[in-house]
């Protein structure tokens, strides 16, 4: 069945970079978008950017541009998401979530989701 | 940036009772609309694509209406996994979601 496996939970500290990983199984990676969400504690859904799995292209929400890089390795199956210069209020589950159709049709709906990473940010 | 925004914040409702949620586009989405049930310490589900459609699995007491830039989710009757968070969402090339409505039990 299609499925998300998500990185495990990391602490770091302010300032630090965090890297997280995503690896699809169930489908063909490469046909597929795959967007980065993250919530922070008792906060709302909150889209980081997504990339397009064959080519690589890449789209980020204007407040994560040029602190955060999403990529993948196609070989593996896996997508990636890195966070730059983090601050405390960087705090947050971060998930991976795939749309319902393939990168055709240009929609980026999140049917299919990891269950999360927890990045928690503190000195 | 299509801003949603949803409402009320909170429903205090009763299992059985008729649940309805507000979501307001500042913009037309062009049909680019989703709806999300969230539970506390899970990952989001996807209940509704395309403005109406039930994603798989999603029973038939989940439905849309409204058009343009007014959307309005009801559950017709509240089943005990229904109290959850739900939340709008964009999906066109730069997805939003809105805050959050939190459904919960009176």
């Known amino acids: 069945q299609v499925q998300l496996v998500q990185s495990g939970a990391e602490v770091k500290k302010p300032g630090a970079s965090v890297k997280v990983s995503c690896k699809a199984s169930g489908y063909s990676f490469s046909n597929y978008a795959m967007n980065w969400v993250r919530q922070a504690p008792g906060q709302r859904l909150e889209w980081m950017g997504w990339?397009?799995?064959?080519?690589?292209?890449?789209k980020y929400s204007q407040k994560f541009q040029g602190r955060v890089t999403i990529t993948r390795d196609t070989s593996a199956s896996t997508a990636y998401m890195e966070v730059n210069s983090l601050r405390t209020d960087d705090t947050a589950v971060y998930y991976c979530a795939r749309p319902r159709r393939i990168l055709w049709f240009g929609e980026f709906d999140m049917a299919v989701w990891g269950k999360g990473t927890t990045v928690t940010v503190s000195s | 940036e299509i801003v949603l925004t949803q409402s009320p914040g909170t429903l205090s409702l009763s299992p059985g009772e008729r649940a309805t949620l507000s979501c307001r586009a500042s913009q037309s989405i062009n049909n680019y609309l989703a709806w999300y049930q969230q539970k506390p310490g899970q990952a989001p589900r996807l209940l509704i694509y395309g403005v109406s459609s039930r994603a798989t699995g999603v029973p038939d007491r989940f439905s849309v209406s409204g058009s343009g830039t007014d959307f309005t989710l009801t559950i017709s009757r509240l089943e005990p996994e229904d109290f959850a968070v739900y939340y709008c969402q964009h999906y066109g090339r730069s997805p939003t979601f809105g805050q959050g409505t939190k459904v919960e039990i009176k």
């Open positions: 990339i397009n799995a064959g080519n690589g292209d890449t």
